[in-house]
């Protein structure tokens, strides 16, 4: 149980381009879903926090306006790297928490490595 | 032995032994805690959490210690494999909708 699945898993494409990023729990329900990136040999750094029907939590120093987030559905969370330059180029890994009492893991996709040209 | 490497600080052990991994955690009112297997290319896997009520948990080969006064957890992992070799973090929760803060990670590296 509690598997998040993310895709693409993989993109490569051009500076200036917008990539949107899914991220689903495929046998839970998640009201509450998680951006992180992650930089070569380093630890996750969380972007924001994705709350179904309402607006996202960015972290200090994310630009919102860059990584567009939408929860739509207690399923799924999509995250859009709009117009992305080089620097942009990252790992980007999602995570679920399934509802329910007290303190639950979140449970990560298995990341989508974005390579800007 | 351990050493500490360009980014991530490594941990060397045969296969067969036993691994310890440290980690030291920030937040004092952190409650709830969890250890995370990250294998190259993938995202984390969930291995152990623990609640900051207790100070140890056990699960299946592997056993987490917390240590409150000092803010230091540990992951045991008994008679260690080559399929454990991947990077480990530990995730503090701090704040409201259990965000997490990761540390800093350590590799295990496990010879034949």
């Known amino acids: 149980g509690a598997v998040v699945s993310q895709h693409p898993s993989r993109v490569i494409c051009k500076s200036g381009t917008s990539v949107k990023i899914e991220c689903r729990s495929l046998?839970?329900?998640?009201?509450?879903m998680f951006w992180y990136r992650q930089f070569p040999k380093q630890s996750l750094m969380l972007m924001a926090t994705?709350?179904?029907?309402?607006?996202?939590?960015?972290e200090q120093g994310v630009e919102k306006d860059k990584f567009l987030i939408n929860h739509a559905s207690l399923t799924l969370s999509t995250l859009t790297v709009t117009s992305a330059h080089p620097e942009d180029s990252s790992f980007y890994i999602c995570s679920a928490r399934s509802q329910g009492m007290g303190n639950q893991p979140q449970h990560f996709g298995d990341g989508t490595r974005l390579s800007i040209l | 032995g351990e050493s500490v490497g360009l980014h991530l600080p490594t941990l060397s052990v045969q296969e067969g032994d036993n691994s310890i991994i440290n980690c030291a955690y920030s937040n004092s009112a952190s409650d709830y805690f969890i250890w995370y297997k990250q294998e190259s290319g993938k995202g984390p896997q969930f291995i152990i959490d623990i609640r900051s009520n207790m100070d140890k948990r056990q699960g299946q080969r592997v056993t987490v210690l917390l240590n409150k006064t000092v803010k230091h957890l540990s992951l045991q992992i008994a008679a260690t494999q080559p399929g454990d070799s991947a990077v480990y973090f530990c995730?503090?929760?701090?704040?409201?909708?259990?965000?997490?803060?990761f540390g800093a990670g350590t590799r295990l590296a496990v010879h034949p």
């Open positions: 995730a503090e929760n701090t704040g409201g909708y259990n965000k997490l803060i």
């Open positions: 046998d839970f329900q998640a009201t509450t």
């Open positions: 994705s709350n179904e029907g309402s607006k996202a939590t960015y």
